[in-house]
Structures are given as C-alpha cells and as structure tokens.
C-alpha cells in the first residue's frame, strides 16, 4: 500500500482524542506547513519524527516493528488499524495488561506519526 | 539550553573541515562495510560500552547513520543481560540464556574492539586502550554503573574475596551467587542489602528476593530471605511486591526499611542497631557512573553521576561526548534501567547523525520505560513510563495520566517479559 492511498483513508473510529482520520495526510500537511514556515532545516527533522518515535516501541514490538515472541508485529500494519487500535487502548474499550498506560504517554499527533512509520516497513521475511 | 546551541559545534566550518579529513584517513583504514554503502563516512563515533545503551547506540547509528563509522569498544566478549538474570538465582534460567554475542552488530558494520578503555582524552578526541588509540569526532559512553564501597568498612575487602557478592553486573558474579545458594544449607539464611536509591534497576532487588525464595520455598523451605533496604519502603511496586511476598513466601521473606549497612564481617551484616547474620550475603553497594566517565571527566552531578543534555544525550561538561543509561543524572521519575538505556542510545544516535549532517536535532523526543519483574517463576508485575521532553525546563518529564502498574502479578504478563527480552537483546544487538 502506498504512502498515498493510506492518505486517503476515512474515518475508522472516534477515540477518546477525536476522530482517527487523516494519518498520514495531516503528516504530509504538517510538514509542509513547516516547510514553507521554517524551510528545508526542519522539513528535514520532521521527516524522521514517526521514526524517532516509532523506535521507542521497538524494545518490545521488535526493531521496525518486527515483533518476536508473544509480541504484536506492526512492520506492515496499515496506520488506520493501528490507529483504531490505540484509540481502544486509551479508551478502555480494548482491556490490555500494559498498552493503555502507555498509549497515554503519547499525542495525538505523535501515534498518527508512529503508525505511519510503521505501515510503511516491510515486514521482515516476507 | 536548546539544541541550536548544541549543534553550533557541528555545523562549524572546522568541524567540516575536520569530518572531511577523518572520512579520507578511515578510507585508508579500509572499511568494507562503508565502502559497499558508497562514499567516505560522514564521521567516526567511537561507543565505549556493549551494554543495553552502547549496543543500541552502535546498531541505530548503522541503521539510520548509513555510512557512520562506528567502533564499539567492550571489556566483555558477551552481552549478558541484567534483566532476566535473576531467573538464573531461581534456578529457572541458566547464564546462557541472558548471553548474547556481538557478531550481529558486525555484521551490520560496527567494528566491535574487545579492549578495556584506560583513558579518554576529550581535548583530543581520541580513546585509549591496551589494544591501541582511537579517534572519534563523537564519543558516546555508556559505562553503566561502579560501586562505592567506601563508607561501609570491610566491603571492599569482602567483595575483592568474591565471599559476598554483589551480582548486580550479571554474568560470572551472578553464577557465583547461584553456587552459593546451592551450596547454602536448609535452614540457612540469604540477607540481601539494598542501597539508598537511585541505583541501577529499582525493582530489581525485590525481585530478586522473589525469585532467591521461591527457590529456598522448593529445595530448602526451613531457610529465610532477609531484605535490608537503606530505603524508608519498598523502592518500586512496593504494593505489587508486598502482596506477592504475603502471597507466596510467608514466612521465608522478611523485610526490613530503614536498614542502613554500616560494615561487613564474614557474612554478617552489621546495621546501626543489629547484627544479621547470613550463611550467603549478598550486598548490592551504592552506585555511581562508570569509573570511565570520571576519567573523561564528565561526571559534573553530585560527584556521581554525568549530566547531560536530553536533546542530544551530550554532557554537559563535554560537548561532543554523549553519556548514555545508568550513567546518567536522571531526568525526575526516570529510572535506571536496561530499557531505558535502550531509550538514550536511540535519542544519541539520532542526535549524533543530525549533528554529522549539520541538520538540526529533534527537538521533541520521547523516551519510555517498561520494567517486568518476576514474583515467581512464573508472575510477572510491570512498571511502564512515557517521558516527553519539555523544552522550558530542559528535561524529560513523565506524561500525566499515562504510565502505570499491573492490576495484579499475572502469567500472560511472564510470557511478555520473556519476549521484551528478546526483542530488545534483538533490537539493541541484531541477533
């Protein structure tokens, strides 16, 4: 699936944090917001967002997502389930051991960053 | 202080000049692993430590850096993991099981030196070893923790006769304790002494009397775990860790706050007020950063500990030379913990190629932590935290509201921990 067509997708569910729409439009939106405000510097930066942010869940869900063990693989997971799937999280509508504390800790705007990262990694082996 | 101060230095016409000399003197060097990604390094970073930190410092500057020259520089032919290795107390876990090997990172490039550091001189970027000298544009330390002795007399001396054992640098020290359980009598007594926080892994002593009793609990039951904690409470979990020692080792645990170790005898423990007398005594010392950090004179924070900037993971004290982990002064409610080193080596690396680059770095990271703890051999309770840096006091901070602890010790939870662990041996050393 193509960094675009993910972009299309509609609303899948509204969260505790409004709506889940628009991944990875908003991102491309943001950058260029910033791009034309702050120039090529920070379109730089702002490109390596959802992977910096992405790898902070690395230590359990594998690097880039690929998942060992009784973790969730997300390499490959298109950003709008993942999206769904955090908005159950922080909602409580999806029970969870740990998952709930932790998609908390993060924006809306970060999660929709880290989900697009990951629906563009290639899932490891295949 | 904000990162457009922090990265004058790299966008420097000298430190240009400088990269671009060093990519022609590491392309002599030849370095076949630079040299199929094409072009001259954009820099050579030197990492000083294969720990949770060092490891993921090493593998993330490859894997996002590309052509980034990177040395890692280890003591130890192994990672051995600190987390987990208290299953090797229980017996339920073998020292192998925690080990892994550094042949990944080489494979991703990293030039892996087995060599202790003798010195480093900043003004000079350059690291000593018995094994020759390395110069670096960016120095990443990730010395883990040493241990101050002084102030309780006769601990050296018991620790330097390997008769009390600290175990808190897993490995051969944590074998040597699992012999002396083995070889301790029924009936006989395990005292354990925790330091004041901070210290490296707060949950970790308390797991580690779960795990030392449920062992005494099968093979030994007349025998008794005595916790001394320098602590007023139980530093972490301490409601999870209460209800799983009421639980399942009544009468095998007993805890003590407040208990302050003055000096070692034999394996007696003497505190203030008491005497403990232990078959096997086990002293976790206070800690501070790695004695290599002092060397390189980096250790700017209550003689103890290295600040550093949270953007870049840079000292304070020296630009240019980043300090990762255990090493660290914490950031408030961080604490000190393989995953969170993880968390810094990925904040550094990220950092070190924006900076090699002359780009700006990010100015919002966030870092996280999950702790799992074993309470049997098969419970397990967890500690989670989001940090998101905040830029108007310069430090991370922990998200309110998010974050959080186990509802109650659980077995789906052990198969996590197990699995952490080995996504993040995986992610930090690409096995």
Known sequence: MSPARRGTRRVLHAGPFGPVTRGARSLVLAAATLLGLAGQAAMAQDANLGRNLAATCANCHGTNGNARGDMKPLAGMPADKMLAMLADFRSGNQPATIMHQISKGYTEEQLKLVAAYFAAQKPAGK | ?431
Request: hydrophobic share 45%; proline share 5%.
């Open chain 2, 1 to 431: 202080m904000n990162h457009e101060a922090h990265n004058l230095p790299a966008t420097s016409g000298l430190t240009r000049r400088r990269v671009l000399g060093v990519g022609v003197a590491a392309s002599t060097i030849g370095l076949a692993s630079c040299a199929s990604l094409g072009g001259a390094p954009i820099g050579r970073v030197v990492v000083v430590g294969g720990g949770y930190g060092g490891a993921t410092a090493a593998r993330y500057l490859r894997m996002w850096g590309g052509n980034v020259d990177v040395t890692l520089i280890e003591r130890n032919d192994a990672f051995v993991s600190c987390p987990i290795s208290n299953l090797v107390l229980g017996g339920y876990k073998q020292i192998g099981d925690v080990t892994r090997g550094y042949d990944g990172l080489k494979a991703l490039g990293v030039k892996v030196v087995k060599a202790e550091v003798t010195a480093v001189d900043v003004a000079a970027k350059k690291v000593r070893t018995a094994a020759g000298e390395f110069a670096y544009d960016r120095l990443v330390l990730s010395p883990g923790v040493d241990f101050m002795t002084e102030g309780v007399a006769g601990l050296q001396a018991a620790l330097d006769s390997g008769r009390v054992l600290h175990s808190w640098k897993a490995g051969p020290q944590t074998v040597a304790l699992r012999r002396q359980l083995e070889a301790m009598p029924d009936g006989g007594v395990f005292a354990m002494c925790i330091p004041l926080a901070p210290y490296r892994c707060p949950p970790g002593p308390y797991e580690r009397a779960c795990m030392v009793a449920s062992y005494l609990k099968a093979a030994k039951p007349r025998s008794k775990v005595i916790v001394l904690d320098a602590n007023p409470d139980i530093t972490s979990k301490a409601g999870l860790f209460r209800k799983a020692w009421a639980d399942h080792y009544a009468g095998i645990i007993e805890y003590k706050a407040n208990a302050v170790l003055r000096e070692v005898s034999g394996t007696t423990a003497r505190l203030e007020f008491e005497d403990v007398k232990a078959d096997v005594l086990n002293v976790i010392p206070a800690q501070r950063a790695g004695d290599i950090a002092r060397s390189a004179g980096i250790v700017n924070a209550n003689n103890r500990w290295v600040g550093v900037n949270w953007l870049t993971m840079e000292s304070t004290a020296a630009p240019g030379v980043h300090a990762l982990g255990d090493a660290t002064l914490s950031a408030p409610a961080m604490p000190k913990s393989g995953h969170m080193a993880n968390q810094h080596g990925k904040v550094a690396a990220a950092a070190i190629i924006a900076q090699l680059r002359g780009e700006p770095v990010n100015s919002t990271p966030v870092v996280m932590n999950t702790c799992y703890s074993f309470v049997t051999a098969r419970d397990v309770v967890h500690v989670a935290s989001v940090h998101q840096y905040d830029a108007k006091d310069a430090t991370f901070k922990t998200v309110p509201g998010s974050g959080g602890l186990s509802a109650a010790a659980n077995q789906i939870e052990g198969r996590y921990a197990l699995s952490w662990a080995d996504n993040i041996w995986g992610d930090a050393l690409a096995v």
